[in-house]
Every structure is written in C-alpha cells, then in structure tokens.
Nanobody, 121 residues
Framework: QVQLVESGGGLVQAGGSLRLSCAAS????????MGWYRQAPGKQRELVAH???????NYADSVKGRFTISRDNAKNTVYLQMNSLKPEDTAVYYC???????????????WGQGTQVTVSS
C-alpha cells in the first residue's frame, strides 16, 4: 500500500504564506513525479504545480511567481511554498504522486486526502 499524507494547511490572511508538505510512504520503488492540485467549492480540481523526477516544473498561470514546488527525494516528500496568498487560493489542496511500487510493471497515480487552505481578505 502507498499513502500520501499532506500537512501544513490552515487559515491565513491575504498576503501571507503557507508551506504544504506531502510525504509518500509504502513499498515505493521509484517516484516519477509529484504534484499539487486544488479544488474550490463548486469548481473542478485543477493543477497547481507539478515536479518531475528530472526537475521539470509546471505551474498554473494563477500561481506563477507566488508558489514554488520542491521535493526531498530521500524523504519521498514534496513541498509547496505558497507566498502572497489571495482569497481565490482558498481550496482543498491535494497531493499526488506518479510512482512504481514493488512488483509494478506500470506506474500508478496516488492521491492524498487533502488539506484545507483558507485565505481571508
């Protein structure tokens, strides 16, 4: 079994910062990529940031210049540093990982349970 556990969400005022963490555990052989998505009430889940094992990053236009994704390979952990937060950043943030478990021929995508981020104006 693979588990992704997020932490770091909370309530912050506009202009503030938060750092989300997501630790992957289980019988993991290799992680291809990890990313962060978010879902606001009444909206579809959307990509926030994505980081491949080779170091390539991809960000939603709405967060470019404000959010930074990084990864600690030794800990199988991905981070999302969120600065200059806006009320429209309010959402549940989900971590995902594209990875191989022991015995897998193909990689699969796993999701965390989500962490709430609320930005007050």
């Amino acid at each position: 079994q693979v588990q992704l556990v997020e932490s770091g969400g909370g309530l912050v005022q506009a202009g503030g910062s938060l750092r989300l963490s997501c630790a992957a555990s289980g019988s993991i052989v290799r992680i291809n990529a990890m990313g962060w998505y978010r879902q606001a009430p009444g909206k579809q889940r959307e990509l926030v940031a994505h980081l491949t094992s080779g170091g390539s990053t991809n960000y939603a236009d709405s967060v470019k210049g404000r959010f930074t994704i990084s990864r600690d390979n030794a800990k199988n952990t991905v981070y999302l540093q969120m600065n200059s937060l806006k009320p429209e950043d309010t959402a549940v943030y989900y971590c995902n990982a594209d990875l191989y478990r022991t015995g897998d021929y193909f990689a699969n995508v796993y999701w965390g349970q989500g962490t709430q981020v609320t930005v007050s104006s």
